[in-house]
C-alpha cells in the first residue's frame, strides 16, 4: 500500500505500508522455520523482540539492528531511560561543569571575557555571573 493524498497522488513513490499479520504468522510457524527469505525473517525477528526474547539470531544484520534499537526507543522502559538517556543527561551536566570550571580559571588568570566564551560555548551572561 502506498500513501496518496486526497487526489490520490503518492506522497512519496518510493515508500510503501505492508501489513502483516504476525499472528497469523506465528499460528503456522512451524511451516515456515527453513524458510530464510526476507519476510520470514523479518516476521521472526519481530516476534523475538515482542517476546523480548533472545536477539542474538539477528544480531549481526545491520537493519535488524536498527530495529532493535528502534525499539528499544519506542518502548521507554524504565531500564533502558536510565542506563541510554540518563547517561547522555549524566555526560553533558559532567560537560557543562567542565566548561564552568575553565572559565573560572581563565576569570582568575584575567583573560579577557571574549576569549573565555570562545573556548568555552558558555555565554556571556554566565561568565559574567561567575565574577
Known sequence: MQLKNQEQEVYFDRQTVTLVEVAKFLKNAKDYVG?????AQWLRAIDTLNR????????ND???K???????LCNFSSR?????????????VAEYSTKMDIAKKMLENKEPLQKIVSY?????AKIRNLK
Open 80 to 92: 533502558y531511560l536510565m542506563t541510554v538517556d540518563m547517561s547522555d543527561f549524566d555526560r553533558a
Open 120 to 124: 568555552t560555548g558558555l555565554p556571556e
Open 66 to 72: 536498527v530495529l532493535q534499537n528502534e525499539v528499544k
Open 52 to 59: 523480548e526474547a533472545d536477539f542474538s539470531e539477528f544480531a
Open 35 to 39: 524458510d530464510n527469505c526476507r519476510l
Open 62 to 64: 545491520p537493519v535488524f
